[in-house]
């Protein structure tokens, strides 16, 4: 690699080195600047450089300023906003790391440093690193405390399971909960379980889950895989998921030697998810022994109180002076039998008096019962209509046997009827007047004739004087 101080100042072309009165050049210290800018982007413009992190400041607008040191010397470092997202862990003083990147020049103050794209931690993942960062972080706000974890329900009524709707981790927990607790209530908040986006996934189910009535606890896990397929139980998003659940949380995660992050916040941990299962129901299973245990022992202590009492019976009974005492406790023994048959007996006739009068409110309530009342309803309604409907027949048959006779003689009364059979109608000549006698009409008088079918316009040119007087005149 060429050196800047190797340059001779004297030699070599002389439009380079010498300034137009033949002296050395000089150079500005901007040029100088650039020139060690352009030499050190040309020749270092992509170099990864191995060093401990000190005096890393992270500024609001997203840019990482750091420096990288070895014993021997330190190299000033900047990370910008752009390749700063796609860390996976978070740098500080201290961490040993190869970071990649280039060299350049901050002119301003004649600096030079590595814009660095891409930095690793040296010896460790950076996955493995970011979990630690992360899991001290948790530690520092309690969420990994033992004395934060709540207890499971002893009989929990609705259960709640977040995990892949297609996976087998499901199948089995369904399995067990059906034969060991086939009564219980299964609330399901299917989600991805592996992939980029399945952390934000489970973080939503679980706040869904979370809001659902009545979830007495939430079992989130899924089946064995590989550590990158586990690997969003270890983000911070179900971390905090997890801890602000409202109910307990059972993390079940693969296999027993796995252990992930969800499995240190949750509140009990189980090996796999059928093991989940067993535990949710394990509180039950103990509840029932337990009640099994308190009944053996309260028929254990009755026997034994009423052995006792029978053999202190049998002392007082051997004494002298309860030699009587035999027969006089039958007597009252009969006397007991009989109150007990009047007991029984009374009882008998007051339940069947209770029995009547159950099924004398029976039927009332069946009377007032809206299905029934409905039902009939409809049936006398069905009834009422065809009845109506026939009655609407009936009534429409007689009115029209009644408009037939009545057409039949308004058509015998009407004049047209008459005009049918050959007769006419004689008007004057303003079709005012219908004329009925000779004398109404003079001769040359205009009058309309009118016929069956059409009118006829007239002159009188004679008339004939009608035999018979008119009415109301004298001879």
């Given at each position: 690699?060429a050196n800047?101080?190797?340059?001779?100042?004297?030699?070599?072309?002389?439009?380079?080195?010498?300034?137009?009165r033949g002296?050395p050049?000089?150079?500005t210290v901007?040029e100088i600047?650039?020139?060690?800018r352009?030499l050190?982007?040309?020749?270092w413009s992509?170099v990864?450089?191995?060093?401990?992190?000190?005096?890393c400041?992270l500024?609001?607008t997203?840019h990482?300023?750091f420096?990288?040191?070895?014993?021997?010397a330190q190299?000033r470092a900047v990370?910008?906003?752009?390749a700063a997202?796609?860390?996976?862990?978070?740098?500080e003083?201290g961490?040993a790391?190869?970071?990649?990147?280039r060299?350049?020049v901050?002119?301003p103050k004649?600096?030079?440093q590595?814009v660095?794209d891409d930095?690793?931690?040296k010896g460790?993942g950076a996955r493995?690193?970011?979990?630690?960062?992360?899991k001290?972080?948790?530690?520092?706000?309690?969420?990994?405390?033992?004395?934060?974890?709540r207890p499971?329900?002893?009989?929990?009524?609705r259960i709640?399971i977040?995990t892949s709707?297609?996976?087998?981790?499901?199948r089995?927990m369904?399995?067990?909960?059906?034969?060991r607790?086939?009564?219980?209530h299964?609330?399901i908040?299917?989600?991805?379980?592996?992939?980029?986006?399945?952390?934000?996934?489970?973080?939503r189910?679980l706040g869904?889950?979370?809001?659902?009535?009545?979830?007495d606890?939430v079992i989130v896990g899924?089946?064995?895989g590989?550590?990158?397929?586990?690997?969003?139980?270890?983000?911070e998003?179900?971390a905090?998921?997890?801890?602000?659940?409202p109910?307990p949380?059972i993390s079940?995660?693969?296999h027993?030697?796995d252990?992930?992050?969800?499995?240190?916040v949750?509140?009990?941990?189980?090996p796999?998810p059928s093991?989940?299962?067993e535990?949710v129901v394990?509180a039950?299973?103990?509840?029932v022994?337990?009640i099994?245990r308190?009944?053996?022992r309260?028929t254990g202590a009755?026997?034994?109180?009423?052995?006792?009492?029978?053999?202190?019976?049998?002392r007082?009974i051997?004494r002298?002076a309860?030699?009587?005492?035999?027969?006089?406790?039958?007597?009252r023994?009969r006397?007991v039998?009989?109150l007990?048959?009047?007991?029984q007996?009374?009882g008998r006739?007051a339940m069947?008096r209770?029995?009547?009068?159950?099924q004398?409110l029976?039927?009332?309530?069946?009377?007032l019962n809206?299905?029934?009342?409905?039902?009939?309803?409809?049936?006398?309604l069905?009834?009422?209509?065809a009845r109506?409907?026939?009655a609407?027949v009936?009534r429409?048959h007689?009115?029209?046997?009644?408009?037939g006779s009545?057409?039949?003689?308004i058509?015998?009364?009407?004049?047209l009827?008459v005009l049918?059979?050959?007769y006419?109608l004689?008007w004057d000549a303003?079709?005012?007047?219908?004329l009925t006698?000779?004398?109404a009409?003079?001769e040359?008088d205009?009058?309309?004739?009118?016929?069956?079918?059409?009118e006829?316009?007239?002159v009188?040119?004679?008339r004939?004087?009608p035999?018979a007087p008119?009415?109301?005149?004298?001879?």
């Amino acid at each position: 690699m060429a050196n800047l101080f190797d340059l001779p100042f004297d030699d070599g072309d002389a439009s380079e080195a010498h300034d137009a009165r033949g002296g050395p050049r000089v150079y500005t210290v901007t040029e100088i600047t650039a020139d060690v800018r352009l030499l050190l982007e040309t020749t270092w413009s992509d170099v990864w450089v191995e060093g401990e992190i000190s005096n890393c400041r992270l500024w609001n607008t997203g840019h990482i300023y750091f420096s990288l040191k070895d014993p021997g010397a330190q190299l000033r470092a900047v990370m910008f906003k752009g390749a700063a997202r796609s860390l996976k862990f978070k740098l500080e003083d201290g961490l040993a790391v190869v970071a990649r990147g280039r060299l350049n020049v901050y002119e301003p103050k004649g600096e030079y440093q590595i814009v660095c794209d891409d930095i690793e931690p040296k010896g460790l993942g950076a996955r493995q690193l970011a979990l630690d960062q992360l899991k001290k972080r948790l530690q520092a706000e309690g969420l990994l405390d033992p004395a934060r974890k709540r207890p499971l329900p002893a009989l929990p009524r609705r259960i709640g399971i977040v995990t892949s709707i297609d996976g087998a981790a499901l199948r089995d927990m369904l399995k067990v909960l059906g034969r060991r607790y086939p009564n219980a209530h299964l609330v399901i908040a299917p989600t991805r379980v592996q992939g980029d986006t399945a952390a934000a996934d489970i973080a939503r189910a679980l706040g869904q889950i979370g809001r659902v009535e009545g979830v007495d606890v939430v079992i989130v896990g899924r089946g064995g895989g590989s550590i990158e397929d586990l690997w969003a139980f270890n983000e911070e998003a179900v971390a905090r998921a997890i801890a602000r659940c409202p109910v307990p949380v059972i993390s079940a995660v693969g296999h027993e030697v796995d252990v992930t992050l969800a499995d240190l916040v949750a509140d009990l941990r189980a090996p796999t998810p059928s093991a989940a299962a067993e535990i949710v129901v394990a509180a039950k299973n103990e509840f029932v022994a337990r009640i099994d245990r308190l009944e053996d022992r309260l028929t254990g202590a009755a026997r034994g109180r009423m052995l006792d009492r029978r053999h202190a019976l049998q002392r007082l009974i051997g004494r002298p002076a309860f030699a009587g005492f035999p027969a006089h406790l039958a007597l009252r023994g009969r006397h007991v039998a009989e109150l007990l048959a009047d007991l029984q007996r009374a009882g008998r006739d007051a339940m069947a008096r209770r029995q009547r009068r159950f099924q004398a409110l029976r039927l009332r309530l069946d009377a007032l019962n809206l299905q029934v009342s409905i039902g009939r309803i409809q049936t006398r309604l069905a009834q009422a209509d065809a009845r109506l409907r026939a009655a609407v027949v009936r009534r429409a048959h007689r009115a029209s046997a009644q408009l037939g006779s009545l057409a039949a003689r308004i058509d015998s009364l009407s004049p047209l009827a008459v005009l049918g059979r050959g007769y006419a109608l004689c008007w004057d000549a303003a079709r005012g007047t219908i004329l009925t006698d000779a004398r109404a009409v003079s001769e040359g008088d205009a009058v309309r004739v009118t016929l069956h079918r059409g009118e006829l316009s007239c002159v009188v040119t004679g008339r004939e004087a009608p035999d018979a007087p008119e009415p109301g005149t004298s001879h």
